[in-house]
């Protein structure tokens, strides 16, 4: 099972991090994806087992993906956040290889999400 917690609202610059409990083990490979009104489900960070991270070109440089230790949590550090960023957020995980753990929005296994607001 995967849930999220810490989103909100946030002005234009802020930061926020948001982050995913795992209680079961669902896949080494864990991703954030993000659905904004009106479009489609978008994977904005991926990290693979061996903690190769991968970001999409609308969210580098500004946001970080990163785990605990243990796995048992995922997190997603938010900076220089934009009204384009308002979307609600789902953390995602599968048993993909790590050559295949990339920016993609097929998980089997997804949070029911939380909301983040810029503005």
């Known amino acids: 099972q995967l849930v999220e917690s810490g989103g909100g609202s946030v002005q234009p610059g802020g930061s926020l991090r948001v982050s995913c409990s795992v209680t079961?083990?669902?896949?080494?490979?864990m991703a954030w994806l993000r659905q904004i009104p009106g479009k489609q489900l978008e994977a904005v960070a991926s990290i693979d087992i061996d903690g190769i991270t991968k970001y999409s070109n609308s969210v580098k440089g500004r946001f970080t993906i990163s785990q605990d230790s243990a796995k048992k949590t995922l997190f997603l550090q938010m900076n220089s956040l934009k009204p384009e960023d308002t979307a609600m957020y789902y953390c995602a995980a599968d048993y993909f290889w790590a050559s295949r753990c990339r920016l993609r929005t097929d998980f089997g296994y997804r949070g029911r999400g939380t909301q983040v607001t810029v503005s």
């Open positions: 079961t083990k669902n896949g080494a490979c």
